[in-house]
């Protein structure tokens, strides 16, 4: 995957993260097919939207009500959107520093990707305890929840470190628009 | 519930129909009916913006005619005459394009539907959103899971399987069409089929048992249908229902000044009400379809769940369902238990712990439950209004009567099957059987609530006239459930066959004859009655009363009055041809039962039922001695006949009558006839309840039944007696060997009415009885012991009962009495038709002088003042080429003034017949004076003419009158 911002891809960081739970057992091997088969949609955010999306448990000749099944990949792109979204949103100071703030929440790749922003260290961990939360919320054991997390804020500062090495520039063009995060 | 409970007996969900398939069909018919006629309102409204004419036309020459088009399939009074069709004839426009467009418009309907039809399955597996199975299983595993259970279900091909990836859910979903189904994996049961392998065989079996049972085609035209309804009918509906009431909003703040008031008819004060009755009626359709669509489905669940099990699913995977809804529904588990009701109403599976309870206890799938029971009650007068309407419209009157026989059809079917189920159930299991009339009540309680929403009653009105008359349809209703559950408790345990299907379906037959005739009359008759439009008294008394004098009228005032009232609504009894059809079928259904052996099939389902629950069902033949039925009947006609010879040896003592007033006699001495006969039937149906320990209502219904037989007979003996034994002559003094004509005429009118009127005689005897068992001590007699019947006397007695029916049947249907109408025959009496406001008689003085009477007046005053230059001219000398031309101008003018429809409004029809019979006279006169230059005659005609004038003047001031008291704008 090729990165034109600073950052991340979400979905680098969820693939790493569902293989890294098939490779240790935590998951079965049809849980990476799966994933295959949801990104086969180029455009994260609207993968993330389709997720987000209420369950109509009262689809005609459906099986009706059934228990969400702990299906990681899916639970991961919603989780960790969601866990960024909420640290790289509770930005104090001034009213500029959050407007700018929000606008870049939501960071757009050419082709409709979602580029996770640089966190902070402080911001990784919130990041993994809200993930975990998450995780063990949708019934994932939490030893699971813990070990992926990990990975997740593993990838997520690596990424960050490899996206300023390959993109200079737009480090730097990020550091003059951005206030200080965290 | 615990899984490890012993599951009751049951018998297989297979073996009878489960009645959901027509409970679909019936919201096919109802999503195209409504298309049908809710289409009316947008093309109507469109037409009309396109100028060519109004959509108060054809309602024009209604009121103009004095009727009322807000009564729908109300009658109008002068439909059959060549004023109302020249009207209707100047108003519609041959390019008028609302006919064939609304006509075609439930076929767009319908295409659009097939088109969905294809693209809802295409919507659902779209590649954007799924995978095929091929790309999650590329080592083929999981179809080899899969085709492994489709040879369990008994498929014949595997159907096309795709994954959902971004469903998390450990579930899946069929859909597409029967033969071409497709399953979709949910991503969430891929990834738990190593966890849970059992779950994942749970929910494909799940699925293939709706592949099976043929639920896809069924449901998803359904939703194609209710989509495309949507679309093309019900939104544009509501699009034209809110223009009108912007429109009305700004009448009434004066922006725009008022149409004209044939067109502003339902947009007066009443508007309101009006609009929301237009309202309703969508909002009503919406949520019966939606509750019908989502109730027939729980069923459907609940056979798909079922059959899995049956194929080897495990059943405690309901159970975590069960669990799953029980963390759900925790809130309002607290909440009133109604609340949980409620919402399972809406929803399209059951809650998890009924799917539960389903598997080890299917009862509720065999009960007739209260809410479809209502839903289907609500659906008959939807449906026969919406068709009545559109047959009002487009002048088709076989609509009527289409409209009660699809009603009853769809009625029977749906309740029907729902009742029989309950009972075969009830005697399978053994368990305690419902009377069957509680859900009858929903029923009849669906059918007034149906009326209501309709226009029926009113269009601007939210209640009919005599409220009461509502409770009619809930008694039929109960009346329908409980004889029906009856019958079939009966039949179920009688029926030779080993299966049960043919004879459910053959009791359903049976119900639909007898709710055609209920719909028949309570659409024909019944309604009108609740409008508060009743027969005329006036025509029965005058013709009772008809020659007999003062005194002799003072002194029978009270019966007078008694068949003057009683007699004319009784006549609507049997207008229906299959009313005394479905008398018979009534008491003739359970007494078939004895001409059957109780053969092995029925003694099979005893025994193996007695077997399970011993203590409660014993084995016997349901069926008492056919003499315990017998006997009531026969001497409730016994009783009868005394109670005629009685009546006839008081009516001997009564001074003999004038010979004009005979026919008061024969009336009075016929209304003793009907109270003996009631009395005989009311008698043998207490007497046959009080001996019958089940099955009341149906040995009750024999017994009243054959009393009025049997009476009759006996009426018919002692009345050929009259003039023979001197104490019974009464109607003649000479001895002849059977009755007079006119007394013979007085018989056959009566019996059709008397018969009707038993069964309700019956039901209420067996009401009683059973409600004061029910307060009374319980005192449990034991069963009599069975006897063998002795077929061959048996089977004699039915015979000759069934011949007697049958004679009395046929000759109602091929050479009635009362002859065989339907309501848009009725006429409705002079009182009737002059009942209105002041407001729709000013609508209709106005309409009948839009539609003809201003013309006939251009017309008239033109001639006139021909007249009257032709006298100024020269009073002297007349010229009588001329003055014959204008003679013959008036004398055109009267013509077609005497062929348009009369006055609406009774004192200006009688100055307009003034105006026309003075007119006709005077310019007949005096053509004929100026061919012969009879200068006095001539003047003669002229002061005739000028009478007639005034008499026209008056009249013109009469409806003024009229029209300013209903509110209308003066006459520009």
Redesign the interface.
Known sequence: MTLNHAGVCLRDVVEDAVDFAVSHGFAPPEERRLLDALLRDPNDARVVRRLSRRRRHGEPLGFGAAEVAGVLGPLLMVAVTGSVTTVTTSVTGSLYARLTAWLRRVPRHPRGVDQIPDLSRDQLRSVHDLIVEQLVRSEIPEATAHAVAERISGSLALGGERGRAVQPDAEEENNEDRPEAG | MSAGRRAPQRPDERVLVSGTTLRFAVLVVLILVSSAWMSLLPLAAGHTSSGSTSIGDSSGCDLAAGGDPGRIGGPVPQEDTSAYRTCIDKVSSPSDPSPWLSAVWPLLVVAAAAVLMWAIPAWKARR??V?PLE????DGEIHAVLRQLSTVAGLDHLPRVI?D???????????GSNRRPTIRL??????????DPERFRA?VL??YA?IRNG??TL??LT?ALWRAFLGLVLLPYLAVLLTLAVWMALFFIGVRAPLDPEVMRGLGGDFPIVLVKLLATPAILAVLVHLSRADV?RT??TYADLAAVRWGADPRIWT??AH??DT?DSGPRRTHRALLTFREAW????R?EL?QESLSDPAPLYAARALPMFLTGVLAPLLDFQLSLYGAVFHLGWLDNGAWALSAVLVAGVAGTALWRAAINAVFTGRRPSSGARAGLWLGAGMAAGELAGYRVGLDSLLPAFPPALLLPVCAGAFFGWWTTQCARLWSRTWPGTALRPVLILGVLVGSVLLSSWFAWWQGYGVTFANGLSPSTQEMRQSLTNGAAPAEVAQQDGIITAISTLWPPMTSFTTWPLTLVSVALLWLTPLAAWAVRFADGARQRSTGAAAKTADRLPEQNPLPPLGQILLPGLLGGILATCVVAGSMAYMHTWPPPSLTARILLIWTFLAWVFIALLTGAAVAGTTAAVRGNSHRLLWALIAAQIAVLVGLAGTILVTSLDGCVPQLSTLRLNCQPHPTPSTWLGLRLMVGPVLVLAVPVAAIATAAVTGIRRIGPTRQSPPPPYTQPQPLRTRLVLAVLGVMVTVITLADLIAPVIPHSTPSDARLTAEARNAGSPRLRALQVYAWEKYGGLELARRYVTAQTRMKDLLLKDPRHIDESEGISVCRQLQAVTRDAADYFPVPDARAQVHWNAFVTGNAQGSRNCMRALKASDGPKFLGSVEELTKAMHAYASMRERNDKVMRAGGLPERS
Do not use: M
């Not at chain 2, 790309?135 to 590329?138: E, G, Y």
């Not at chain 2, 949910?186 to 966890?195: A, F, K, N, P, S």
């Open positions: 954007s959103r995978v790309a999650v299983d590329p994954v990836p971004a469903a998390v859910s450990g579930g899946a979903v069929v859909f949910h991503g969430g049961l891929i990834v738990r089929r190593h966890t929910v799940h699925e709706h639920d896809i449901t998803y939703v489905l459907r669940e975590g369902a799953l809804a759900s929803r399209t599976h059951p998890g799917r």
